[in-house]
């Protein structure tokens, strides 16, 4: 069963605009980790920020924030000011830490931004 | 630098034939991993490592192996390779700290 789900399959904005990237998971322990990364077009994975589900304050790093609804299982990445250099498939990933250190994957959002 | 290098970048093997896909890290972490990327998948765990001589099942380990001889090396293995594992494997280490989960550059198998 797909544990982190990523809904919106692809995704476009405008240079400067802020952009919303959707992320739902599945989880049944009390501690956990959600990451985001961006892969580059030359499939490069690229560690963007993530977010501890015992800290209710969203996370920020940059132009990268979340929206952190632990209650609703679910996650979004905001970028501000989007840059076409911004485009590339976007990936949340779910850590369970009494489970193990791995990270279960969600589809991706594949984003073009565009000037 | 610390960095997970792959090994080798592309590889075309015929049905039945075996494969193995190599992982060398340099980040002294003790955990690694191997998934697999496919359109609508995402990546998929396949196997992963807690250190050297061991190896653990992922999600989807059904017929592949793996093995980690040392610290800084992870092998996976796939005995009689099918169409099937035609994707692209990324290998990753991960340590500690939260964001060090460092990824190769993948490799291409085509298998036909």
């Known amino acids: 069963a797909q544990r982190v789900t990523q809904v919106q399959p692809t995704g476009s904005s405008q240079w400067g605009e802020e952009v919303t990237l959707d992320c739902s998971y599945e989880t049944s322990e009390y501690f956990y980790r959600i990451f985001w990364y961006r892969q580059l077009f030359s499939g490069e994975m690229v560690f963007l920020i993530y977010?501890?589900?015992?800290?209710?304050q969203n996370q920020r790093s940059g132009r990268y924030s979340v929206v952190f609804q632990k209650s609703f299982k679910s996650i979004s990445l905001v970028i501000s000011a989007s840059q076409p250099e911004d485009s590339g498939t976007y990936f949340c990933a779910l850590s369970e830490l009494i489970s193990g250190t791995y990270q279960r994957f969600g589809t991706g959002t594949k984003l073009q931004v565009v000037p | 630098e610390a960095a997970v290098t792959q090994s080798p970048r592309n590889k075309v093997a015929v049905t039945g034939g075996k494969v193995t896909l190599s992982c060398n890290q340099t980040?002294?972490?003790?955990?690694m991993y191997w998934y697999r990327q496919d359109t609508g998948h995402g990546l998929r765990l396949i196997h992963y490592?807690?250190?050297?001589?061991?190896?653990e099942k992922g999600d989807i380990p059904d017929g592949y192996k793996a093995s980690r001889p040392s610290q800084e090396n992870f092998s996976l293995i796939l005995e009689l390779a099918t169409p099937s594992q035609t994707s692209v494997y990324f290998c990753?280490?991960?340590?500690?700290?939260?964001?060090?989960?460092?990824f190769g550059s993948g490799t291409r198998l085509l298998v036909i």
């Open positions: 977010q501890p589900s015992f800290d209710t």
């Open positions: 490592s807690y250190g050297a001589g061991s190896t």
């Open positions: 990753a280490s991960g340590g500690i700290k939260n964001s060090d989960y460092t």
């Open positions: 980040n002294n972490h003790n955990n």
